[in-house]
């Protein structure tokens, strides 16, 4: 089954990747950006790193037919250097008319900090601004349920932000609801330590339904696994869920969210016509 993986990290993976990636189904992929492993100490640190991202990354990609998309802010880990994040968000307007760019993110709380916080809103604000479409991470673990509880606060300071443009990410059994209720999309991120696991992920969509719903791989630096996709759509199906419900989920859910951005011009794989 061919699926899109709307939240992976690429940068962090090999061309080996790539070429897997391909040979599993995956036909295309979204790359927030994120924390390198360590903290970058100037905004030129940065823009080299959007430049990666826009003009690097989607050409490895188009080695193995893969479609590349990105989104564009400093994460939630450097946020706390205030002064450092004011220059980087200053310079994401020039990145976001480029081609495959989404919008602004992954924005949101590490440790839910005030620094943090300042960060998240001036983004929102850019986002908000400029009509971008928003991608947002979620704190990890014990910080997750008081995290997503104020960003969801948080944005309803901003009563011209569509909801159905914002994309929640790395939901849990215990988030998700108020997520959805909100009217906001819901990203389910499969990790092997943390987070969700392909089994956990699909009781969320036995529960909740497949609308507004994401799964990703999230694959970056530390314990991931790109392919995790895969495992989920092989999880619903030994639980006899049919290929179109699958699908919805891995594929046409991710086509939709993204379907939104101007930059989103995605060319789905001619399907050749069987002999008769």
Known sequence: MEYFDPHIHMVSRTTD???????????????????????????????????????????????????????????????????????????????????????????GLNKNTRNESIIFLEHCQLATKLGEQVLIHTPHLQDKYPGTRMILDMLDDFSDLDHTRVCVDHVEEH??????????????????TSKCTPARAADMVELYGPDRLLVNSAGDWGPSKPTA???????????????SLIRKVVYDNPLEFFRQSRNFLFTPREIPETAS
């Open 229 to 243: 996709v895969p495992d989920f759509i092989f999880e619903m199906r030994m639980r006899g869920h049919s290929e």
């Open 17 to 107: 990747d790539y070429e897997t990636l391909a040979k599993m189904g995956c036909v295309g992929m979204s790359e927030p950006a994120f924390w390198a492993g360590f903290d970058r100490g100037s905004a030129d640190g940065f823009r080299d790193y959007f430049r990666q991202l826009t003009e690097f990354e989607p050409k490895r990609a188009g080695w193995y037919g893969l479609q590349h998309f990105t989104w564009i802010c400093i994460n939630a880990k450097e946020a706390e250097n205030v002064r450092l994040s004011r220059e980087v968000i200053a310079m994401i307007p020039e990145f976001l008319q480029l081609p495959g760019v989404l919008g602004i993110g992954e924005i």
């Open 175 to 192: 988030t998700i609801r108020p997520v959805l209720e909100r009217g906001y999309w819901a990203g389910m991120t499969l990790y092997p």
